[in-house]
């Protein structure tokens, strides 16, 4: 309805991309694997510069004029002396991939890819339509040969209103603490929410399609709860300590990525917990289409409870941490977070 065309080409660009990513984790190279410009370690890969092209080559392609892109990654390494080889692997990659998928008869050159890259430079904000993008999320999954997404969401005037998480190995079926990866199983999923329509969810060829819902369990002690893997990400202490007072039995699942979300929209898990540690602030494209994927039943806050706010620009603006959980489940929940912060912030004797 409101949004069909635009929840189309989201999904389009977001298995292109998908589909990119895992030809790449398939035939990784550590010439592939990059640190990013000084502000700190982590990891970016020929993908999530090749999907980041693709989504928004895609997205300008079905909406030319209109157009306004938060995302990740930029071009200022790539643009560097030593960049060139690089670049032309990236663009090679992007050009397979539209050639594979034959709707746009371009092949586009190194500066196309560069320009389509920058072209995610948008501040987002309270006005109008933007497009939010994280290429790859959880690259340090990706490079470890674990789980990610390409996750892609629409803000309109400041409220998420679509979003889609490819998660090419999150495996079809139910993933539990037992089963976190399993090998065996057939992998790629894709979920898509679009505002007050609820939660599906296909294979990445696009078939299979099933409605989802975040698990209704009630009893805390039966709920099992999903984190970061790494500890770096978020406290696995703190979260062990709210899970604990909480009464939960079940150690907790760590993945990569908004996988986690995903994972949780079809009632894998029924809680998510993530305590980064002080001053770290949280960007908009790791929890756009996450957010929205949950909201068949689920409910996202920060740790004072207060939803998140993607109107502010590139950054989240919150207290302490994210915690999703059902309606139900929640106010326990919130209890437990207060009570086990206010503990981790008493002095020790
Ligand atoms: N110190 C830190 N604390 C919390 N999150 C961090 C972090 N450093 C990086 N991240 C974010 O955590 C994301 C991965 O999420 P998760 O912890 O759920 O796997 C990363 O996304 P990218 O992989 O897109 O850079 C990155 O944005
Ligand atoms: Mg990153
Ligand atoms: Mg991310
Ligand atoms: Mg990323």
């Known amino acids: ?54 989504v928004s080559f895609v997205l300008q392609q079905e909406f030319p004029g209109e157009f306004s892109l938060v995302a990740e990654e930029d071009s200022i390494d790539l643009r560097k002396d030593g960049g060139g080889e690089i670049v032309e692997r990236i663009t090679k990659l992007v050009n397979e991939s539209l050639t594979s998928d034959g709707s746009y008869g371009v092949s586009l050159s190194s500066e196309d890819v560069l320009k389509a890259i920058d072209s995610g430079k948008s501040e987002g904000g309270s006005q109008g339509r933007h497009w ?86 009630e009893n805390p002690e039966e709920a099992s709860f999903f984190e970061s893997y790494e500890s770096a990400h978020s406290m696995h202490d703190l979260s062990s300590l709210i899970a604990q007072k909480l009464g939960v039995k079940a150690a907790p699942i760590r993945m990569d990525s908004q996988v986690k979300y995903g994972a949780l929209s079809r009632g894998d898990g029924a809680i998510y917990l993530r305590f980064p540690r002080n001053g770290y602030r949280e960007k ?59 503990e981790k912030a008493k002095p020790q004797p």
Request: charged letters at 20%; glycine letters at 8%; one cysteine or more.
């Open 132 to 217: 939010v993008l994280d290429p790859i999320d959880g690259t340090k999954g990706f490079v470890r040969g674990d789980q990610y997404a390409v996750a892609l969401a629409l803000l309109d005037r400041g409220n998420v209103v679509l979003g889609v998480l490819a998660c090419p190995n999150l495996p079809l079926t139910s993933i539990s603490v037992a089963h976190p990866h399993s090998p065996n199983n057939e992998v790629g999923c894709l979920f898509f929410a679009e505002v007050g329509r609820g939660t599906y969810m296909q294979l990445l060829d696009g078939s299979s399609t099933v409605k989802v819902q975040v698990s209704a369990v």
């Open 1 to 54: 309805m409101a949004y069909d065309k635009e929840l189309a080409a989201a999904i389009k660009a977001a298995s292109l991309a998908a589909r990119l990513c895992r030809k790449v984790q398939k035939a990784l190279l550590q010439s592939d694997v990059r640190s990013k410009h000084g502000r700190n370690k982590s990891p970016v890969t020929v993908a999530d510069y090749g999907s980041q092209a693709l």
């Open 284 to 342: 908009i494209w790791d929890h756009a289409a996450g957010s929205i994927v949950v909201t068949a039943g689920g409910v996202v806050t920060d740790a004072a409870g207060k939803q998140l706010d993607f109107s502010k620009g590139k950054y989240l603006d919150l207290d302490t941490g994210i915690i999703v959980s059902n309606q139900k489940l929640m106010p326990l929940l919130f209890d437990a977070v207060r009570a086990s912060l206010a």
